[in-house]
């Protein structure tokens, strides 16, 4: 395993079985969705348990005092590999790069969540363009200024209620300009990476629009550390009968300690071992930023992370970070320590 490690970590891109292999160890065959043909509609059932999940209350003051309306990660790519064809739930933080990650992991429910109203309310326009199909090309050009009437009229068309319409209109006027840059960004270092995703290839772009076909998209407005969402998703997750098989968690754990709800929270979602828990750390908190020029990127198992809080004292996230390891692509770390167990 270590000959076969010093091998091949050294290209930009590992081959995806092996890095899957340097991670998350042996795992059982895949069973997720290749083509957006390959999904059906979620039944009546799945849809009104997954529609049942409560938002937590709106925060108090905002992270930063800021709408993150687009991600400021720049290498998501990174976790192409290790998010391949895990299919099952992603629930993850922000907006543009949950379509990313969703369509390499060809998942089969997708929760975007955020304790924001306003990045919830962004996911709603995304859905309105995403359901227009067409090509990922077309898909940025809509949100173009040009195209800023017939947004608004599309969102007036939609939306009945006063206040959700309200939102959406104050949610695509603090967002447009912005998920236009960021999308025209993407693509191009996507295409100069020769990376595909919805942004650049149309396979990826048609999963994303058949995962909101099917009634498989579910925005919610929740709060990593609260009470109620967090609960609730791993209850409906496995009432339907679908594990969480990615986590992505951006940067949001330096802004909360580990409380015992948090601690819960997490635990109470169903992992198995296929689950990859995906994080990133800015500038000052790791060793560098070596290709995103602000981020660093890390990955590690839903088992380990589980290890980590059920059996050690945790106040925060360092600790569980302190150990990771660099690999020789540049940017890219594994947490695979294990903790020692609480006295």
Known sequence: MMMMKNKLIGSMRLVPFVLLLLVAGAQQARSAPQKATDLKPLSDDAVSVMKAVEPDPPPKQLSANAHFLISDEKRHDLFADVTKDVGGML?????????????????????????????VDIHKVYRLLF????????????????????????????FTDAKEREGVHKALRLGRGL?????????????????????????????????????????????????????????????????????????AEKYFPYTEQYKKNVLGLPFDDQT??????????????????????????????????????????????????????PGFYIIDKEPKKKK
């Open 179 to 251: 998920v236009h840059g960021k999308l025209k960004l993407t693509a191009e270092l996507h295409n100069k990476l020769k990376v595909k995703s919805f942004v650049n290839d149309q396979d990826e772009f048609d999963y994303i629009v058949a995962l909101f076909k099917t009634n498989r998209v579910f925005p919610v407005r929740g709060d990593l550390t609260a009470s109620k969402t967090m609960i609730q998703l791993g209850d409906a997750a496995r009432k339907i009968n679908v594990a969480v098989r990615v986590l992505y968690l951006s940067n």
């Open 131 to 158: 359901l227009k199909g067409g090509t990922p090309a077309e898909f940025i050009a809509r949100w173009a200024k040009s195209n800023e009437d017939t947004l608004k009229e599309m969102i007036d068309s939609e």
């Open 276 to 329: 990859q828990v995906l994080r990133t750390q800015g500038w000052g908190e790791g060793r560098g930023a070596e290709e995103d020029g602000f981020y660093i990127y890390l990955v590690q198992t839903g088992t380990n992370y589980r290890n980590w809080l059920e059996n050690a004292r945790l106040a925060d996230v360092k600790p569980v970070v302190a150990g990771k390891r660099r690999t020789k692509i």
């Open 91 to 119: 629930i993850g933080v922000g907006t543009d790069q949950v379509y990313l990650m969703a369509g390499w992991a060809r998942s089969e429910i997708l929760v975007p969540m955020d304790f924001d109203q306003a990045v």
